[in-house]
């Protein structure tokens, strides 16, 4: 049948929505994995060209982001952007730029100048209270050299810092600070305090720029931190400082690779005028009382959070539900490492329990998504064999289990709000790239590759792959490939599989599978 002309026409013209995204490095889980969520709706997300965007060896381009936001903006239904990007080029630039005080406080009222130039565009803006690792080591090296022989040192002076302020010091307390004091180099801890400074007085603007109503929404995030940390001490004043905004303008929250995510998601249920009701459900035992690693907080405050972040609501029973989270803790409240011996596939205290849960939602017609947090930094292998067996992995709608817990429960929730707007081949698509990266690579394969990295020809360690960079992308290829034989389905979009490492370490990978729905790099201009 013929479609009437009028039909015709106003189908031809029908907009496809346009988000601009700016994510805070060009790292795959924050670029184009995120990006990957919104496109399979249909979106067109537009990012900037990945060598404009902050690298492990490259901190970012701030005058040249501004100059590629005014140049997109125009015609967007929205903009997603990482205010580290825009005031120091990266996340990591947050870190260990070398730009004036007022540079930065000059870039973050940059904001109101856009805001005026584009008073309709919705704009949801991402920022972090830097983190306090815990070890020179915890770094990555994604902090001034210095950090490397006293990291550990410095964490301790803000542990003992912040609970200072909260609650006081014991006397032997007291005598470890002076002692910190001594110990740590002046220089060092003067440049790593006064950068910080820097970064709150930038996030203190940032909040007053919310208060005028330039942003329609602006959350940050608190990197690796802990119950007592300079992280901690910082975002106790900042959320003080915003608490008259409410948590629908502000908040601060556990957490940061996840944000762009939250605020994708967002952006596209206030576009559709919709409050995704969450219901959440955890293992027995502490549940949402678990306090993770690299958190200061409970997952349930953390998930709270999350779920005002993407403009939701948690109901407290699952038929009032669009989405239905599982979170896999451990019964004793702890959260362990990916690599660690233990996370073998032995089923553990839990485990059928935590499975019989999402079994029981999905047979009841729930969507479903899983928050694999037992584990940091990859998936828990005896839920997910126990997942395999009960033929749940491509039944569930949203799952994800790689690094921080926080960056966990929150990708899910953002990726699990939006998959009802999805087609069931968009929703496999996002679980395959889910399963590859954080049950394939970084709970099993990572592990043994980088036992066999003395093996591989070349020089090179984990943390910087040097000339090895090949000989590893081509063995963990090889390994990829088996594991996906041996636990997924024989999908078209996995019969060739290339893993990459484009921030020249094992940490995170660019797994290639499929051709990705396309996503628009515009090339610098000048």
Same mark, same amino acid.
């Given at each position: ?30 670029? $184009?994995? +995120? ?9 067109? !997300?537009?990012v900037p060209p990945n060598d404009m965007l902050g690298s492990r060896e490259d901190l970012g381009h701030p ?15 929205? *903009? !997603?952007?990482? %205010? ?19 540079e930065v406080t000059q870039r973050a009222n940059a904001f109101e100048t856009f805001r005026k130039a584009h ?39 803000? !542990? ?5 302020? !909260? ?33 709150? /007085? ?30 901690? =001490?910082?975002?106790?004043? =900042? ?8 948590? +629908? ?12 995510? =939250? ?8 576009? $559709? ?12 035992? $502490? ?5 993770? +690693? ?5 997952? #349930?405050? %953390? ?31 702890? +959260? ?32 479903? #998504?899983?928050?694999?947090? /037992? ?19 491509? $039944? ?31 929703v496999d698509a996002l679980l395959v790239t889910r399963y590859l990266d954080d049950w394939a690579y970084q ?6 590759? *980088? ?8 020089? #090179? ?64 201009? #000048?």
């Amino acid at each position: 049948m013929t479609m009437p002309m009028a039909q015709a026409k106003h189908h031809a013209e029908k907009k496809v929505p346009k988000i601009v995204y700016i994510p805070h490095d060009n790292r795959p889980i924050s670029d $184009k994995q +995120t990006a990957e969520v919104v496109a399979k709706l249909g979106y067109d !997300v537009v990012v900037p060209p990945n060598d404009m965007l902050g690298s492990r060896e490259d901190l970012g381009h701030p005058a040249a982001l501004w100059t590629w936001l005014e140049e997109n903006a125009a015609d967007a239904d929205a *903009a !997603v952007i990482s %205010s580290d990007s825009m005031l120091y080029g990266s996340l990591v630039g947050s870190r260990k730029h070398e730009y004036a005080k007022e540079e930065v406080t000059q870039r973050a009222n940059a904001f109101e100048t856009f805001r005026k130039a584009h008073p309709k565009l919705p704009l949801y803006v991402f920022g972090s209270i830097m983190r306090t690792p815990r070890t020179g080591e915890a770094s990555g090296h994604e902090e001034p050299a210095y950090y490397r022989n006293y990291g550990a040192d410095i964490f301790r002076y803000t !542990v003992l810092k912040d609970k200072e302020e !909260v609650e006081g010091l014991s006397s032997r307390e007291k005598k470890e600070k002076a002692f910190l004091t001594r110990l740590i180099p002046q220089k060092s801890l003067a440049d790593w305090m006064g950068r910080r400074e820097k970064n709150f /007085a930038a996030s203190e603007e940032m909040i007053a720029l919310t208060r005028k109503g330039v942003f329609n929404y602006f959350v940050l995030g608190r990197d690796d931190n802990a119950p007592y940390s300079q992280t901690h =001490l910082e975002s106790r004043h =900042l959320q003080e400082a915003g608490k008259d905004l409410g948590k +629908t303008r502000f908040q601060s929250m556990a957490g940061i690779d996840e944000m762009g995510m =939250l605020m994708l998601a967002r952006a596209v249920n206030d576009m $559709k005028r919709e409050v995704p009701f969450i219901y959440v459900r955890y293992n027995w035992g $502490k549940g949402d009382y678990t306090v993770p +690693t690299y958190s200061d907080e409970k997952i #349930g405050d %953390s998930i709270a959070s999350a779920i005002t972040a993407i403009g939701g609501m948690m109901v407290a029973s699952p038929e009032k539900a669009d989405f239905v989270l599982a979170v896999n803790t451990n019964p004793s409240g702890k +959260t362990y490492e990916a690599n660690d011996p233990m996370n073998d596939g032995t089923p553990r205290e839990g485990t059928k329990y935590f499975a019989d849960i999402v079994s029981d939602y999905v047979g009841r017609g729930y969507p479903v #998504g899983v928050a694999d947090i /037992a584990y940091g930094n990859g998936s828990d292998n005896a839920l997910m064999e126990e997942m395999k067996k009960r033929g749940l992995l491509f $039944k569930i709608r949203a799952y994800s289990g790689w690094n921080t817990a926080t960056n966990s429960t929150g990708f899910v929730l953002g990726t699990g709000a939006l998959v009802k707007h999805m087609d069931n081949d968009g929703v496999d698509a996002l679980l395959v790239t889910r399963y590859l990266d954080d049950w394939a690579y970084q709970a099993n394969v990572r592990n043994t590759v *980088a036992r066999q990295l003395t093996w591989l020809r070349g020089d #090179g360690v984990y943390g910087n792959l040097g000339s090895k960079l090949d000989s590893v992308s081509v063995r963990t290829t090889h390994l990829m490939q088996r594991f996906v034989e041996d636990n997924l389905p024989p999908l078209p979009t996995l019969e060739e599989i290339e893993v990459r490492f484009p921030w020249n370490r094992m940490f995170e990978s660019d797994i290639i599978h499929e051709p990705r729905r396309e996503i628009h790099y515009f090339k610098q201009r #000048g």
